[in-house]
């Protein structure tokens, strides 16, 4: 089942015509380092090595990935193959890919194994322990949704 697939099944409020573009573009772009892209599916065979204990850490699951260690002498942080790693997680959470990359491996996870009825409105709570404000999927899928940039007025 492909991503797309996967993210209007487990979102059944959201209209069948709804534009995909942004959706796949932003699936198809892990979290950059150092201007370096990354390719999903690259992620998706690393976090099946990470799950069969092949990969110890997430911090050598992003060194294979392709991140590079700190340059120290150009002022890069100590911590930086770390902070990628965090950025990441919070990527693959909010986008769902990490329930999508669980199916896959054909472990359960509640955002695949508990769908909205098709009439339910979408809860500010969201889902899966990702707000619905910060939820990237739904917002790539609901352009509405979308916080407004710059400062309020008024």
Known sequence: MP???FIMYCNPAV????????????????PKSDNKSFSTFTLFELIRKLENKEIKTWAQLAIDLGVEPPALEKGQSAQKVQQYAVRLKRWLHAMHVDAFFEYLLNKPHVYWTQIPSPNEPA???GRDGVAADEDLALRALLPETRPKRGRKKG
Not at 15 to 30: W, Y
């Open 3 to 5: 991503m797309l697939t």
């Open 123 to 125: 809860s500010e709570l």
């Open 15 to 30: 209209a069948s015509g709804t534009d995909s573009a942004e959706l796949r573009k932003i699936f198809r772009a892990p």
